[in-house]
């Protein structure tokens, strides 16, 4: 159980984050699953302020309706990626960033993919023969 102290501290270190635009939303981790891959699976992206050109990464883990994302790209909150990555099929999707960590030299990306119906599908059965895979 949580102090009272220790109660205010987290809500002030927040809410200084939310004006320093650290955090940008809070995200849902209690979604159906989330699915971790060790070792990462590699991607390429593209933001749609940014160049054409295509970037490199690797996806940590993956819903239907987000991913976290590693790269050594410094890229700017609330921006929208494009990514495409393989679990067993070449799969592209598009998506807004939410919240961003640093990890050593790389950073993360806490991406809410902004997908249809029938893409979180593919993504959910794509997930489910590649864990019978493993």
């Not at 002030?12 to 939303?25: H, L, Q």
């Amino acid at each position: 159980m949580l102090l009272s102290g220790q109660v205010k501290f987290i809500k002030d270190r927040y809410r200084k984050g939310e004006e320093e635009g650290i955090f940008m939303s809070r995200y849902n981790r209690n979604e159906a699953f989330r699915y971790e891959f060790v070792p990462a699976i590699y991607c390429f992206f593209k933001s749609r302020n940014g160049a054409n050109e295509m970037l490199d990464g690797e996806i940590m883990d993956i819903s239907p309706c987000g991913l976290k994302l590693k790269t050594a790209t410094d890229i700017p909150l609330a921006e929208m990626l494009y990514i495409d990555f393989a679990i067993i099929t070449p799969i592209s999707v598009r998506g807004d960033i939410r919240w961003k960590r640093n990890y050593g030299s790389n950073f993360i990306y806490g991406v809410h993919l902004k997908n249809d119906t029938d893409l979180q599908k593919q993504i959910t059965y794509e997930l489910k023969q590649y864990v019978k895979r493993k």
